[in-house]
């Protein structure tokens, strides 16, 4: 007999959008607009816990979107380690056929890198040192389960009173040797290029792990500089700034461009020598000069990796090599079929399943039939791929 519990929300609104949510979450504040929608603090009381609850609005509008939410969720979902944010929860929709806004709860943090920049707190070395050792920690686990961030940058670490760190956002992330889906996709979504590594602005075709250290070299500097030290306004731009300051590629890293119109612009930059990292960051210790200069290399095959940087002595007070952990698994969980192959309802098929992860219990509400891929009608017997 179909279960006909129905999940209790109740309604808030958080300057001018409306939440419904279930009962168990009190609102606090609201947090600000993240990626896709807008993110507040509440109360779960039934857990006795503060987290972040983020709505998704209209989610199966774009496609494409939808698909990064999923892919987002499920990589959260999938890995454990304390310097990643945890999903907790994605609340449970009053039915099947109808929703179409998404509510995805996670840990409550109390700012993010961002901020803690642009702010006038003063940022000791113990702190830099800290949050670097952090964020190496969880490239190394991260890296380890063949994935990619590709969207480091300061607003997407996350940082409590404690100075503990988490890493956020997972819309772009990547499976290592996956293809893109896209090759617009790094301009078409909102991503701050001034974090890019050059290999990325320069079209390659294939990259490594090596893309996210570079982006780690850039926040390094940014903790002592308090400011991005590459503001490019665009993508030509981008590669003028990076060689203003690191110098001219030598010709061998120029051969190594496999873009030919990309090859050619760098050619044809002005010879300038690479500048000292004591210049860039007078302030810095030379542990800290000498980590940002061996992350900041235009040659990716000439940067630390995330469990070299961890042995490097800038970070060595923080160390605990037993906390650096790797990941138990290297599952593929980020990749749904494509949506030219599935339509609007098996999109929404797709997000079902992620909320049956935490909510088995609403596969009793599931209708008997489920449509795919334009139009085609499967009698529903499992949700897992």
């Known amino acids: 007999m179909p279960d006909e519990r129905v999940p209790q929300k109740e309604s808030f609104n958080a300057r001018g959008t409306t939440f419904r949510i279930d009962t168990r ?12 929608g807008v993110v507040c603090a509440a109360k779960d009381e039934q857990n006795n816990i503060k987290v972040a609850v983020k709505k998704v609005a209209g989610v199966f509008e774009d496609l494409t979107d939808a698909k990064r939410i999923i892919r987002e969720v499920r990589l959260m979902h999938a890995l454990r380690h304390p310097n990643i944010l945890q999903i907790l929860d994605i609340d449970e929709p009053e039915s099947y056929e109808g929703f179409e806004d998404v509510y995805i709860v996670t840990e409550l943090m109390d700012t993010d890198l961002h901020k803690v920049l642009r702010s006038k707190h003063a940022l000791l070395d113990d702190h830099k040192k800290f949050f670097t050792y952090q964020i190496f ?7 380890s389960a063949n994935i990619l961030h590709r969207d480091l940058k ?17 819309g772009l992330a990547r499976y290592i040797g996956a293809p893109d889906e896209s090759k617009n996709e790094m301009t078409e979504y909102v991503v701050t290029r001034w974090y890019r590594a050059p290999e990325l602005l320069l079209a390659a075709a294939e990259y490594t792990a090596a893309i996210d250290m570079w982006s780690i070299g850039c926040l390094i500097a940014e903790l002592y500089c308090r400011r991005p030290i590459f503001p490019g306004s665009d993508v030509k731009n981008q590669i003028q700034v990076i060689c203003s300051l690191l ?10 461009i496999k873009n030919l119109r990309a090859r050619d612009f ?3 930059i002005p010879a300038s020598p690479r500048k000292s990292m004591s210049a860039l960051m007078p302030e810095s210790c030379p542990a800290a ?7 900041l290399q235009f040659d990716p095959e000439k940067r630390l990796s995330a469990e070299e940087a961890l042995a490097h002595p800038y970070v060595a007070e923080y160390r605990d ?19 030219k192959d599935l339509g609007k309802h098996g999109i929404r098929r797709l997000m079902w399943d992620e909320i049956l992860k935490f909510h088995p219990e609403a596969r009793a509400r599931e209708p008997p039939l489920a449509v795919y891929a334009d139009g085609i009608v499967k009698r529903v017997e499992s949700s897992r791929y």
Not at 247 to 256: A, L, R, S
Not at 321 to 339: F, G, I, R, W
């Open 247 to 256: 110098g001219k590629p030598t010709d061998e890293e120029i051969k190594g």
């Open 289 to 295: 000069q000498d980590l940002v200069d061996r992350l």
């Open 266 to 268: 760098v050619s044809k």
């Open 137 to 143: 920690r969880a490239m190394k686990y991260l890296h």
């Open 25 to 36: 979450f009190s609102f606090i504040k609201v947090l600000g607009l993240g990626a896709y």
């Open 154 to 170: 300061p607003a997407n670490i996350l940082v409590a009173e404690t100075c503990d760190i988490k890493i956020c956002d997972f």
């Open 321 to 339: 090599p037993d906390s650096e952990t790797t990941a138990t698994t290297q599952q593929n969980v980020l990749e749904p079929p494509s949506e």
